[in-house]
């Protein structure tokens, strides 16, 4: 009796799983990158320090920037004072802790500055901390 050696063929290396993972891959990504600019306001010059701390934030951070004509935006949103103050309210009952970055332009009012602290403040958000860059926009 003649016994046929069978040997298998070699595996055939898939390709559409490996492009599928890819594309969810760049898709998230994407999305992660534009939720990280979309709290930076481009109409905000932050002011200069030479003694700033890192940049780097905790990503659970609220960031309030306030532009030079006096508007508070949060999540890309104008809010009023009473809007501010009801939405960090809320926010501060279910995280004592919570953290919030006040990003105010350098020519912004300094009124305006002690008055969005005020609310941070009676909110009663106490971990505050402000936005700087280094000279020469690094």
Do not use: C
């Amino acid at each position: 009796m003649k016994f046929k050696s069978h040997t298998p063929e070699p595996a055939a290396f898939q390709l559409a799983p490996m492009i599928d993972i890819v594309f969810l891959l760049l898709i998230f990504f994407i999305v992660t990158w534009q939720f990280s600019r979309s709290e930076m306001d481009l109409k905000v010059s932050v002011p200069t320090s030479t003694e700033g701390q890192d940049p780097r934030r905790n990503y659970r951070e609220i960031i309030i920037n306030v532009r030079d004509n006096g508007e508070m935006v949060v999540d890309s949103q104008v809010l009023t004072e009473d809007q501010l103050f009801n939405k960090l309210n809320a926010i501060w009952r279910v995280d004592p802790n919570q953290p919030v970055r006040v990003r105010g332009d350098g020519v912004a009012d300094w009124q305006t500055m002690v008055e969005v602290i005020d609310i941070v403040t009676r909110a009663g958000i106490w971990n505050i901390s402000f936005a700087t860059q280094r000279p020469g926009g690094n």
